[in-house]
C-alpha cells in the first residue's frame, strides 16, 4: 500500500509523473469524476484555511465525498491501529493533519488505504510539492536554480531540504545560530545570503524567536540583490513585517497567491496517484 508521508516517499520519476497528472486535472476542471463512489475521511483543525478548502473542493470537484473531524479524534487511548481497522470499512482513503508525526507514520503502517500527510510539526509534504510544482510552470530549469529558506528548523525548513535532497537543487538556510537544519548548508549573514540566488523561501517566526530573528526580515531592498528573475515564495500565514516586509510582498517579486492556487490539482493529482493510477 503506497502512502504519502513523507516528501522521500515519492521518487523524481513518480514526482514527474504526478506533475503530469495534475496538468491533466487542471486542464479538465473536473470533468471527469474518477474519484465518484469514494470516500475520503479528513482530520483538520478549524485554523485550516489552505489546505483544507483545497483539499475538500478538489475531492468534491472530482466526484468524491469527503467527511470531517478534527484532529483531536485522534487523540485518544484507542490504539490507532484499531481507528483505522474501523475506517477500512468505509473510507478509501484518509488525509490527516496532526502534529505528531509518528501517529500518522503508525497509522500508515497499520492501515490497507492510503494515508496522506496534509502537515506535520515536522514536515509539509503536500505543500512543498504544490510549490516544486508551480516553480516548474514559472522555470523549466528549476532544479537548476538556487534556493535561499530564511527560518527556522521546523516543518517547511526540513522539507524544503528533504527536496533538494530528492531532486538535487542547491539550497541554503538563513537563520541565527542555534536555529539551524541538521546537514543544510547555513549562511548566518542575510546580505550574503541573498546574492544571486534564485528563489527565496521564508517561514512565519515563532513567538519566542523573533528577538533572534530581528534582522532576519526579506525586503524589497534585499529582493535586489537576488538573481534577476528572482521570486519570492513566503509560506502562509506571512506576517508582514515580521519575517516579510510589506514591500516585498507588494512586489513584482512575490508569487505566493498564484503558487497556491495550484494546491488544488496537486493534491487532486496526489489522491488520483495514491488511489486510482
Not at 502537515?119 to 503536500?126: A, G, K, L
Request: hydrophobic share 40%.
Amino acid at each position: 500500500m503506497k502512502h504519502f508521508i513523507h516528501l522521500s516517499d515519492f521518487s523524481k520519476q513518480e514526482i514527474k509523473h504526478i506533475f503530469e497528472l495534475a496538468d491533466k486535472l487542471n486542464a479538465d476542471y473536473g470533468n471527469t469524476k474518477p474519484l465518484k463512489g469514494k470516500t475520503i475521511v479528513l482530520f483538520f483543525p478549524e485554523s485550516s484555511i489552505r489546505t483544507r478548502v483545497s483539499f475538500e473542493k478538489g475531492i468534491q470537484m472530482l466526484g468524491g465525498n469527503t467527511i470531517l473531524f478534527p484532529p483531536t479524534a485522534l487523540d485518544k487511548r484507542e490504539d490507532i491501529k484499531d481507528v483505522i481497522g474501523y475506517l477500512e470499512n468505509w473510507a478509501d482513503m484518509v488525509i490527516v493533519r496532526h502534529n505528531d508525526l509518528s501517529l500518522l507514520e503508525y497509522m500508515a503502517e497499520h492501515s490497507h488505504i492510503p494515508i496522506v500527510n496534509a502537515m506535520t510539526s515536522v514536515n509539509h509534504p503536500c505543500e512543498i510539492l504544490t510549490d516544486l510544482y508551480a516553480l516548474s510552470k514559472k522555470y523549466a530549469d528549476f532544479c537548476q536554480k538556487e534556493y535561499l529558506f530564511i527560518g527556522e528548523k521546523g516543518n517547511i525548513g526540513n522539507t524544503w531540504k528533504a527536496a533538494a535532497e530528492l531532486l538535487g537543487f542547491q539550497f541554503t538556510q538563513c537563520c541565527p545560530k542555534g536555529y539551524e537544519i541538521e546537514g543544510a548548508h547555513v549562511c548566518y549573514d542575510l546580505e550574503e545570503a541573498i546574492v544571486q540566488k534564485d528563489i527565496i523561501c521564508t517561514d512565519s517566526i515563532p513567538s519566542s524567536a523573533k528577538d533572534d530573528f530581528k534582522d532576519y526580515q526579506i525586503t524589497l531592498e534585499h529582493l535586489k540583490h537576488a538573481k534577476e528573475g528572482a521570486c519570492l515564495n513566503p509560506c502562509p500565514p506571512f506576517f508582514r513585517g515580521e519575517e516579510v516586509s510589506a514591500d516585498a510582498i507588494d512586489s513584482e517579486y512575490f508569487v505566493g497567491y498564484a503558487f497556491k492556487k495550484h494546491l488544488l490539482e496537486v493534491q487532486q493529482a496526489i489522491i488520483c496517484y495514491l488511489l486510482v493510477e
